[in-house]
């Protein structure tokens, strides 16, 4: 299985950016997908995740209502549209695959499966 992400650029403050993930390879149904971010110097955190049944989506604090996360099962596309971007929102994105959900929680935050190699997001004027 191969996730390929895309969309990453330079945008200024207030501005929008729609990242892709590409799935590849897959022969199984996912549990959910998931989006993630590393900023320089810190630890890769939590983003968005979504089911791939689409029953339930998450998001992290400082991004609920400015962030979208959307799957295209047809074309085997996770999305995630970021408006209202913010300096703090510079990172590196990645896209994760999760198999299989926990037995008592949504499973959200990990672990994940499979992770895509990254896609840059800086936000500066």
């Known amino acids: 299985v191969q996730l390929v992400e895309s969309g990453g650029g330079l945008v200024q403050p207030g501005g929008s950016l729609r990242l892709s993930c590409e799935i590849s390879g897959r022969t199984f149904t996912p549990y959910c997908m998931g989006w993630f971010r590393q900023a320089p110097g810190k630890e890769r955190e939590f983003v968005a995740a979504?089911?791939?049944?689409?029953?339930?989506?998450a998001y992290e604090d400082s991004v609920r209502g400015r962030f979208t996360i959307s799957i295209d099962n047809a074309k085997d596309t996770v999305s995630l549209v970021m408006n209202s971007l913010k300096p703090e929102d510079t990172a590196v994105y990645y896209c994760?695959?999760?198999?299989?959900?926990?037995?008592?929680?949504?499973?959200?935050?990990?672990?994940?499966?499979?992770w895509g190699q990254g896609t840059e997001v800086t936000v500066s004027s």
């Open positions: 979504k089911a791939w049944s689409g029953g339930w989506h």
């Open positions: 994760a695959l999760r198999l299989s959900p926990p037995p008592d929680a949504l499973g959200h935050k990990g672990p994940y499966d499979y």
